[in-house]
């Protein structure tokens, strides 16, 4: 008879456990040297090459809206890192007491086996604050799990498997959310998994829709959108499921009266509305989600993520509405995780949201949007590399171009020298962030101050006199 082969590889893996000397040493107390071995060693990057991990500086502390390496180095937070830490770093008293309480006194609890206190009052304090009937809740770990639990749910509901999104957004970096995504980081999962669609944005990036004034172009683009649903089928199709602003994509935000015309295509075609405010909610966009800027438009389902425990511990949240939550009294959801409703990531977010409220965190948004959009304007006309710029609330971006006009920069291509040579500068003027050309990203802490914010813009002025020169204007 057919023998399996036989295990000739053999490696020993036991070995006794013990702690190395290192590891005894408080934590704050490694030198730089002891934490760029052990990187060197063990550690792995995600969306960059490896080899970076080697100049990656290590951050040593935070406090407001600046962090601090391990050479004395203090920075400006320019882009709330991934736009996710929302009120800095100097963490409210609450949030910590009320995190640390909970680890105290119970620290997990398995979300099918029982339910904790802090469950109940968050879902109850989101139901509150979101408008309509958006009062099924959810909390799982990452944006990325609460857009696959969205998709899940959306295909559950409806009995139909397609989803529609757009080129240029993101939704994450798991199976059903990397194919959801509309960028270049959907190509590294193989661009294969089936019952996603791409449609395009109403601002294309080379071409113009069609029609005199931005009403007409607005109607194009929502008359493209309903024949893809139509050629698709609309029996086919489950959810579109959109970013209420393009983030990572540029800060694209949609057109007067577009999302009110997405959302009289899902009503018309039986398809679910998904709004993924996973980077826009809890104020980022001069409300509490991203999709109130758009009157009259109640998505199906949202999800959100980095505003909501304001990044000090992971959590995110999905939320549909009542009829899609009864639908499911006698089955299952279909999506779950061991850390769904953790307690502690709970109790976290729980208190970061009441900060929000209580300290009137989006009025202060409000307050330094003209300050924000007005630095802006005066660094466009001031730098000839800016071709233009888009912003909404404390969430802006500044497009690049080459003297020709062209574009010096695609988002999957390599980086290009210019903009290594700004993010240099960029560093040396005491700002970090995240750098996507060939877009540049503001998007500081909520919390910023209006003196903070002007420094930060005048860092960032100083920083693109070099970019001007590096393209050759």
């Known amino acids: ?255 007067e009266g577009y999302m009110q015309g997405v959302r009289a295509i899902c009503d018309k075609y039986d398809i679910l509305m998904h709004c993924d405010e996973v980077m826009v909610g809890f104020g980022r966009c001069g409300e509490l989600f991203g999709f109130q800027n758009y009157r009259g438009v109640i998505p199906d389902i949202v999800t959100a993520a980095k505003g909501l425990s304001s990044a000090v511990l992971p959590l995110s949240l999905c939320a549909t509405r009542k009829h899609i939550m009864d639908d499911f009294e006698n089955k299952p959801l279909g999506w779950g995780s061991t850390y769904q409703a953790h307690p502690v990531a709970m109790a976290c977010a729980y208190e970061n949201v009441k900060y929000l409220i209580k300290n009137d965190v989006i009025g202060h948004v409000k307050r330094l949007q003209p300050v924000f959009e007005n630095a802006m304007k005066t660094i466009s006309e001031t730098h000839p590399c800016i071709k233009q710029y888009r912003q909404i609330g404390m969430f802006g971006c500044f497009d690049v171009h080459a003297p020709d006009g062209a574009n010096p920069q695609l988002q999957h291509t390599a980086i290009d020298k210019a903009f290594i040579e700004y993010k240099k500068a960029y560093t040396a003027n005491g700002l970090i962030g995240l750098l996507r050309p060939p877009h540049l990203h503001i998007s500081p802490p909520l919390t910023i101050t209006e003196d903070e914010l002007l420094d930060g813009f005048e860092r960032q002025d100083k920083a693109l006199y070099t970019l001007d020169e590096a393209l050759g204007f």
Not at 210 to 234: D, F, I, K, S, Y
Request: proline share 7%; glycine share 10%.
């Open 1 to 255: 008879p057919h023998r399996s082969p036989a295990l000739t590889k053999a490696v020993e893996n036991i070995s006794p456990l013990t702690l190395s000397p290192e590891h005894e040493k408080p934590m704050g107390s490694w030198t730089s040297d002891e934490i760029r071995n052990a990187v060197t060693e063990s550690v792995m990057l995600t969306w960059a090459p490896g080899k970076a991990r080697h100049s990656t500086p290590i951050i040593t502390h935070g406090e407001g809206v600046y962090l601090f390496d391990d050479k004395g180095n203090k920075f400006l937070d320019w882009t709330s890192q991934a736009v996710c830490s929302n009120i800095g770093y100097t963490i409210p008293e609450d949030v910590i007491e009320g995190t640390v309480r909970q680890m105290k006194e119970l620290p997990f609890v398995y979300g099918g086996l029982g339910i904790t206190e802090v469950r109940a009052r968050l879902c109850k304090l989101m139901t509150e604050i979101l408008p309509g009937d958006l009062q099924g809740m959810v909390f799982p770990s990452s944006g990325s799990e609460a857009n696959e639990a969205a998709i899940m749910m959306a295909r559950r509901y409806t009995g139909k498997y397609k989803v529609i999104n757009w080129y240029r957004g993101y939704h994450g970096g798991t199976t059903g959310s990397q194919q959801a995504t509309g960028d270049f980081r959907r190509w590294f999962g193989g661009d294969h998994v089936p019952g996603f669609v791409k449609a395009f944005h109403p601002y294309p990036l080379f071409f113009d829709l069609a029609g005199e004034t931005e009403e007409e172009r607005t109607q194009m683009a929502l008359n493209m959108l309903e024949e893809q649903v139509l050629n698709e089928g609309p029996d086919t199709v489950a959810l579109i499921q959109l970013e209420s602003v393009i983030g990572g994509g540029g800060v694209v935000v949609p057109p």
